[in-house]
């Protein structure tokens, strides 16, 4: 390593906020509201303020798959969150998620409104409401929300790690992405040997563990996440394909990774969801495109 990419640290640290890559102008070490914006408020039970990152897939895939079980109290109205305007810092986001992260969820179903806040909370949430996606055998249960738990601990590596400094970083650093990259390809060797054993994260069952690991971890293993398919030598965890391809193909998966998208193929965006028709109108929409 050169002089020039070592660094002392100070005796105390100091914010510069011009430093910190892509995030710059949404990063800061401080709390709270930096705006008074009020949230809008649809008319179902639940009111979803999100953003279709990894984190946000899982709530909107829950929902889908709740709903494609036939679950009517699990209709929810979802809005569009633009972190890159500073969306997660008005008055009305930072009353239901102090953290100022999305997804954030008010559960109206009920006299007085819950809020709701961090994505695997929101899950567990769901899964205990409506008797769906969580095993009820204790044993099944525990491993359940083994997995889940892991999830939250674990992607941090590989979104705050490793995403940041090999797609967001203002300079590229050996050490940070190799640092990174040894830890992810070690947790998608976790996941490829339990799944070489289990059709899903908790055996023959789908459950809440799946549907939060899979927008993550699936999907950077289909070579969808931070173009890094490839480089992290993705294909060889064979099992992981297998189950990332398995979960893919579900339709409710299919609904819940594009709402809130405001990125991609304009028929894979839909940046608030009031109602199942607007699927319908999004592919209808697609086909019209293809026509022309």
Avoid at 116 to 132: N, P, Q, R, T
Avoid at 195 to 204: D, F, P, S
Wanted: proline share 5%; aromatic share 12%; hydrophobic share 40%.
């Amino acid at each position: 390593m050169t002089d020039e990419n070592t660094y002392t640290p100070p005796k105390v640290w100091k914010w510069e906020s011009e430093n910190g890559g892509a995030f710059a102008s949404i990063n800061r070490p401080i709390a709270g509201a930096t705006k008074e914006a009020e949230l809008p408020v649809g008319r179902h039970p639940f009111q979803l303020y999100s953003l279709a990152t990894p984190n946000g897939v899982k709530v909107t895939v829950m929902l889908e798959e709740l709903l494609a079980l036939g679950i009517k109290g699990a209709e929810y109205d979802a809005y569009f969150i633009n972190i890159s305007e500073g969306d997660q810092f008005g008055s009305g986001f930072v009353d239901i998620n102090p953290n100022s992260k999305i997804p954030a969820l008010m559960d109206r179903s009920g006299t007085t409104p819950i809020r709701v806040f961090e994505s695997g909370s929101i899950l567990l949430h769901l899964a205990e409401k409506f008797d769906a996606f969580l095993p009820k055998e204790p044993e099944q249960r525990a491993q359940c929300l083994s997995w889940l738990f892991w999830q939250m601990g674990s992607a941090p590596y590989l979104g705050g790690g490793f995403g940041h400094f090999y797609a967001y970083a203002p300079v590229k650093i050996e050490y940070c992405i190799d640092r990174f990259s040894m830890e992810v390809k070690r947790q998608l060797d976790v996941l490829d040997r339990h799944l070489k054993q289990n059709e899903y994260m908790c055996g023959a069952d789908y459950t809440i563990a799946d549907i939060a690991i899979w927008p993550w971890y699936g999907v950077l293993a289909l070579g969808h996440l931070y173009e890094a398919g490839e480089f992290l030598d993705t294909q060889s965890y064979k099992n992981v394909q297998r189950w990332a391809k398995q979960i893919a193909g579900r339709d409710a998966v299919k609904r819940g990774r594009i709402v809130n998208r405001a990125w991609g193929d304009l028929s894979e965006q839909l940046l608030e969801r009031h109602d199942a028709s607007d699927f319908d109108l999004k592919t209808q929409d697609k086909v019209a495109k293809t026509e022309t």
